[in-house]
């Protein structure tokens, strides 16, 4: 059975830093392209980042544009766990945050993905 659980989701101020986990089981971890998504009430979940599995890509790291600079996406496949620095931190970053796990190469699209966690809320107030 695979499951995915994030943590590290909390209230922050603008400006501030976080750094989410997604620990996975389950799953040959270093064969599947991992990312995340965020989520707001009334809106689609939207891509953030991605981190291609442990081949030939290895590390490839894709961005969303509205967190280039700012995110960074980072797997330890000794740990099963993968992680998102998130720095300098905006309002509208508020969302909640899943990490999604897929055995194929790297998508921006969500239905392509094969699991999903339960997701952690990150609230960055102004």
């Known amino acids: 059975q695979v499951q995915l659980v994030e943590s590290g989701g909390r209230l922050v101020q603008a400006g501030g830093s976080l750094r989410l986990s997604c620990a996975a089981s389950?799953?040959?971890?270093?064969?599947?392209?991992l990312a995340w998504f965020r989520q707001t009430p009334g809106k689609e979940r939207e891509f953030v980042s991605g981190?291609?599995?442990?081949?030939?890509?290895?590390?490839?790291?894709f961005y969303a544009d509205f967190v280039k600079g700012r995110f960074t996406i980072s797997r330890d496949n000794t740990k099963n766990t993968l992680y998102l620095q998130m720095n300098s931190l905006k309002p509208e970053d508020t969302a909640v945050y899943y990490c999604?796990?897929?055995?194929?190469?790297?998508?921006?699209?969500?239905?392509?993905?094969?699991?999903w966690g339960q997701g952690t809320q990150v609230t960055v107030s102004s």
């Open positions: 389950g799953l040959t971890f270093s064969s599947y392209t």
């Open positions: 981190i291609s599995w442990s081949g030939s890509w290895s590390g490839n790291t």
């Open positions: 999604a796990a897929r055995n194929g190469v790297w998508t921006t699209h969500l239905s392509e993905y094969d699991y």
